[in-house]
């Protein structure tokens, strides 16, 4: 595996304005991941997650800082199709089928790559849903719809995977089979994978490392080396080194809820 980063965030601010008042979202955060390297980023809910993930992928303007994919803007990387992209919603067209839905950000791709069926075809197999081609979105259950959001975000074949909380909206039992089978995916495709993520297991258990980001506004307060061999199966839940590590990324967690707590009073106070 390559050495040097593939991503590199340098000092990310970004403060949103509401109504006249300003909201810092992110403060100063920096990180970087290798090309190939999984990287979870777990955070409160409300500490900037989603924005760090946009700012990653060229969907927001940040108000300052830096973000370098392979020596690249994130606009441009996001204009070559190097960035593939699933959020907490697959956001499918209910008018289009399974596989139609795949292959769209090859139809809005201005022809610049050409068609690779085939490559759908595998992609949609991977996933698991081969018998469901021609289904439409109303016909398929939440995470099998998830899961052709997977497929539709490798269908370019990008070399760097941006994940919201993609198994953010599945119940339990689907959220966790589907870790596995994500799991699997990745380590079939490697590619560089920024997921966001609340779920500590769930941020153990697939990175090389886990970053820990603040309550608002989100800083970084430390990372976690996840360096555990692969391919990783669901016994290594309860092994010691993966709850050493577990609970690593709880204390750090929880440091960042303190430290946001203080500053929170010193605010109030003043
Ligand atoms: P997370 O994903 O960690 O829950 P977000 O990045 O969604 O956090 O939001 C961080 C903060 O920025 C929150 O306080 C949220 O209300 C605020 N925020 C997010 N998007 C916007 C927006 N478009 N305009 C104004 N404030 C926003
Ligand atoms: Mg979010």
Redesign the pocket.
Same mark, same amino acid.
């Given at each position: 595996m390559e050495q040097h980063s593939h991503i590199t965030v340098r000092g990310l601010t970004h403060v949103?304005g509401?109504d006249g008042t300003a909201?810092t979202?992110l403060d100063g955060v920096d990180f970087e991941a290798r090309r190939g390297e999984f990287v979870s980023v777990i *955070?409160p809910?409300?500490? *900037?997650?989603?924005?760090l993930l946009k700012v990653i992928g060229g969907l927001l303007q940040p108000t300052s800082g830096i973000v370098v994919i392979d020596g690249a803007s994130p606009e441009d990387a996001q204009l070559l199709k190097r960035i593939g992209f699933v959020f907490q919603e697959p956001a499918l067209l209910p008018w289009k089928t399974m596989t139609q839905n795949v292959r769209l950000p090859m139809e809005i791709n201005h022809g610049k790559t050409p068609p690779d069926i085939g490559a759908t075809g595998r992609l949609i197999e991977m996933v698991g849903l081969d018998e469901f081609r021609d289904y439409y979105p109303h016909q398929l259950s939440g995470g099998m719809r998830q899961r052709v959001a997977f497929a539709r975000a490798l269908v370019t074949d990008p070399d760097v995977l941006l994940m919201d909380e993609p198994l953010g909206s599945l119940d339990e039992i689907t959220r966790t089979s589907m870790r596995y089978e994500l799991l699997k995916v990745w380590e079939a495709l490697p590619k560089t994978i920024v997921l966001i993520t609340h779920s500590i297991a769930e941020a153990v258990m697939m990175s090389d490392r886990v970053v820990v980001l603040s309550s608002?506004p989100?800083r970084v307060v430390g990372e976690v080396s996840i360096d555990l061999p692969r391919p990783r199966e669901e016994a290594l839940e309860r092994a010691p080194e993966f709850l050493e590590r577990a609970d690593r990324v709880k204390e750090l967690l929880a440091l960042g809820a303190k430290r946001t707590t203080t500053a929170g009073r010193a605010r109030a106070g003043s």
């Open positions: 949103y509401v909201l979202a *955070g809910s409300g500490g *900037g997650k989603t924005t608002r989100g």
